[in-house]
């Protein structure tokens, strides 16, 4: 009843922002994402019919009951879990991210999704990935993606009990190996609103957010064509208008949700003028101040020289398509 994964960290080209049944935890709509050979969670499950509570340790940090990543993330999970297998045990799990948490980097898709998967392992619940995303996304809504590997699509789904609501691949790593994210680390800090706060608070009061809902569904028909095609113009310029378009609603939040920092402006200008240099890069923002440039393998050497002369970042780290969520061998304890 114990088992390990790895999961990694996807980054979407076109974003999910806000949910359409909480408990659930059903997207407003669907999106597309590449998942990253770097970024990644390794988490430790055991079931232990003597434990009397929960233990949850993240990079080396103890979550008791209590605290909102227990409570509203892992406690919550676990129940779902549990409900699935039929299995009512206390469990034991230490994970570790090899990257910032909570800073923009998707922590909680390759924490959920490394969970998850172990979950499935150590209690024997033999579920195929279709299953092991429909169960990460009880954690993390962005996890259902870090199932799979190479470029994926979270469905929207219609039914409310979420039967329709999964991940697949569009594309293995091996389709695209030329493409590239650069992750510039404008701040290593903790965001001062968590996404699930954000978009619930986007949902409820941005008048731009029925404009997001309405164009969204041709930014997934642009980007899942532009993959399969590998056309990178138009899976950039779509990811960077997407990302605009989201950021579009969190800044007429009420109150006002600002992810940004001075870093994250001075490359936007910076990649607006690359590009009209003849430098082919176009960037994507999450719910944190990180700038993500998507370009091919050709242009990332140049690129990343450029960003290092910027003194507001603090790191840089390419990545490309990444493999699948899986189990490992190596226990954290
Ligand atoms: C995304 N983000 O598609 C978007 C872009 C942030 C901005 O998925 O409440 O941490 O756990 O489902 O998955 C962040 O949302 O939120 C996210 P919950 P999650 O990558």
Same mark, same amino acid.
């Given at each position: 009843? *114990?088992?390990? =994964?790895?999961?990694h960290?996807? %980054?979407?080209?076109?974003?999910?922002w806000?949910?359409?049944?909480?408990? $659930?935890?059903?997207? #407003?709509?669907?999106?597309?994402?590449?998942?990253?050979?770097? /970024?990644?969670a390794?988490?430790?499950?055991?079931?232990?019919?003597?434990?009397?509570?929960?233990i949850?340790?993240?990079?080396d940090?103890?979550?008791?009951?209590?605290?909102? !990543?227990?409570?509203?993330y892992?406690?919550k999970?676990?129940?779902?879990?549990?409900?699935?297998?039929?299995?009512?045990?206390?469990? *034991? %799990?230490?994970?570790k991210?090899?990257?910032?948490?909570?800073?923009?980097?998707?922590?909680?898709?390759?924490?959920?999704? +490394?969970?998850?998967?172990?979950?499935?392992?150590?209690? @024997?619940?033999g579920?195929?990935?279709?299953?092991?995303?429909?169960?990460?996304?009880?954690g993390?809504?962005? +996890?259902?993606?870090?199932?799979?590997?190479?470029? $994926?699509?979270?469905?929207?789904?219609?039914?409310?009990?979420?039967?329709?609501?999964f991940? #697949? #691949?569009?594309?293995?790593?091996?389709?695209?190996?030329?493409?590239?994210?650069?992750?510039?680390?404008?701040?290593?800090?903790?965001?001062?609103?968590?996404?699930r706060?954000?978009?619930?608070?986007?949902? *409820?009061t941005?008048?731009?957010?029925?404009?997001?809902?309405?164009?969204?569904?041709?930014n997934?028909?642009?980007?899942?064509?532009?993959?399969?095609?590998?056309?990178?113009?138009?899976? @950039?310029?779509?990811?960077?208008e997407?990302?605009?378009?989201?950021?579009a609603?969190?800044l007429?939040?009420?109150p006002?949700i600002?992810?940004?920092? =001075?870093g994250?402006?001075?490359?936007?200008?910076?990649?607006?003028?690359?590009? &009209?240099?003849?430098?082919?890069?176009?960037?994507?923002?999450?719910?944190?101040?990180?700038v993500?440039?998507?370009?091919?393998?050709?242009? =990332?050497? !140049? %690129?990343?020289?450029?960003v *290092?002369? /910027?003194? =507001? %970042?603090? &790191?840089?780290?390419? $990545?490309?398509?990444?493999?699948?969520?899986r189990?490992? !061998?190596?226990?954290? /304890?």
């Amino acid at each position: 009843m *114990k088992a390990s =994964a790895i999961a990694h960290a996807n %980054i979407a080209l076109v974003k999910y922002w806000g949910k359409r049944n909480k408990e $659930v935890m059903l997207p #407003q709509n669907g999106s597309i994402s590449m998942t990253t050979n770097d /970024f990644h969670a390794h988490t430790t499950v055991e079931f232990d019919p003597s434990l009397q509570e929960d233990i949850l340790i993240v990079n080396d940090k103890e979550f008791p009951k209590g605290m909102e !990543e227990y409570d509203d993330y892992v406690g919550k999970f676990l129940t779902v879990a549990r409900q699935l297998s039929g299995k009512d045990l206390k469990a *034991k %799990i230490v994970s570790k991210n090899n990257f910032p948490t909570a800073a923009g980097l998707a922590s909680s898709a390759a924490g959920f999704a +490394a969970l998850a998967t172990a979950v499935n392992g150590a209690l @024997g619940m033999g579920l195929d990935q279709k299953g092991l995303s429909m169960l990460a996304r009880r954690g993390s809504g962005s +996890a259902t993606r870090s199932i799979h590997g190479g470029f $994926v699509e979270w469905l929207r789904g219609e039914n409310e009990d979420g039967s329709d609501c999964f991940a #697949q #691949q569009i594309a293995p790593p091996e389709h695209w190996p030329e493409f590239r994210m650069i992750t510039c680390i404008t701040s290593t800090k903790a965001k001062k609103v968590k996404s699930r706060a954000g978009m619930s608070q986007t949902l *409820k009061t941005s008048p731009m957010y029925k404009a997001w809902l309405e164009t969204v569904n041709q930014n997934l028909e642009t980007v899942r064509k532009g993959i399969l095609e590998k056309n990178f113009s138009l899976v @950039g310029s779509t990811a960077e208008e997407n990302c605009i378009k989201m950021h579009a609603t969190m800044l007429t939040t009420k109150p006002s949700i600002v992810y940004w920092n =001075a870093g994250t402006i001075e490359l936007i200008h910076a990649i607006h003028n690359w590009r &009209d240099e003849g430098l082919e890069a176009y960037f994507t923002i999450d719910a944190g101040p990180q700038v993500k440039i998507i370009c091919l393998e050709k242009d =990332a050497e !140049e %690129i990343v020289r450029r960003v *290092k002369e /910027f003194p =507001a %970042i603090e &790191d840089v780290r390419v $990545v490309k398509p990444g493999p699948d969520a899986r189990l490992t !061998e190596e226990h954290l /304890f």
